[in-house]
């Protein structure tokens, strides 16, 4: 018991102690994650949200900058269904 306590306290100290998430960084890779593009399926299909990850990936750009160079969405209707935080958790 006592090796555990020294190790959850260890732990406390140099792992948890003023732990703190970069806000920024996690808004940044959740909104460049090649993933979201399921989100789009729905509305345009499977093959064209892979196109657009393939070009996203491949030209190095965003899921927008590439919906919107192959044309299959305007912006306003990929922002729509652009919505991560609607993606975690419990559907329906």
Avoid at 13 to 33: G, M, P, R
Avoid at 70 to 89: H, I, N, Q, S, V
């Amino acid at each position: 018991v006592r090796l555990l306590t020294d190790a959850m306290r260890m732990f406390n100290q140099y792992c948890v102690k003023d732990l703190a998430a970069n806000e920024k960084n996690i808004h940044q890779f959740v909104q460049n994650s090649l993933m979201l593009v399921t989100a789009l399926a729905p509305k345009i299909g499977y093959d064209k949200s892979a196109q657009i990850a393939h070009k996203a990936w491949h030209d190095n750009t965003s899921l927008l900058e590439a919906c919107l160079a192959l044309g299959y969405l305007t912006e306003p209707e990929f922002k729509a269904l652009m919505r991560p935080e609607l993606m975690t958790g419990p559907q329906g």
